[in-house]
Nanobody, 117 residues
Framework: QVQLVESGGGLVQAGGSLRLSCAAP????????MGWYRQTPGKQRDLIAA???????DYADSVKGRFTISRDNTKNTVYLQMNSLKPEDTAVYYC???????????WGQGTQVTVSS
């Protein structure tokens, strides 16, 4: 089964930056809209950024202007550049298709992002 692997999270001060990566091996996800999601304890997992197979992107209002989603289909990788981070961005970040095709693969482990004030 194809496995999604997120990486790049960590601890950063408010105002800092991080770049997340998502490896999505195989051709399954190459033609699909991909998204970055995030989840905090006790809350639902929310879509915050999405990018189509040809590179059109959209963002949740909470991250618009600060986060940038991109993809490199030659590397089967999706990225999330996060700038001007805020403490409220603290969450576990996941990638998946949009909508999530859970019949193909389950959620990955995610990557923890912690923003200190």
């Amino acid at each position: 089964q194809v496995q999604l692997v997120e990486s790049g999270g960590g601890l950063v001060q408010a105002g800092g930056s991080l770049r997340l990566s998502c490896a999505a091996p195989g051709s399954t996800f190459r033609i699909r809209t991909m998204g970055w999601y995030r989840q905090t304890p006790g809350k639902q997992r929310d879509l915050i950024a999405a990018i189509t197979a040809v590179g059109s992107s959209d963002y949740a209002d909470s991250v618009k202007g600060r986060f940038t989603i991109s993809r490199d289909n030659t590397k089967n990788t999706v990225y999330l550049q996060m700038n001007s981070l805020k403490p409220e961005d603290t969450a576990v970040y996941y990638c998946h298709s949009n909508p999530p095709l859970l019949v193909i693969t389950n959620w990955g482990q995610g990557t923890q992002v912690t923003v200190s004030s």
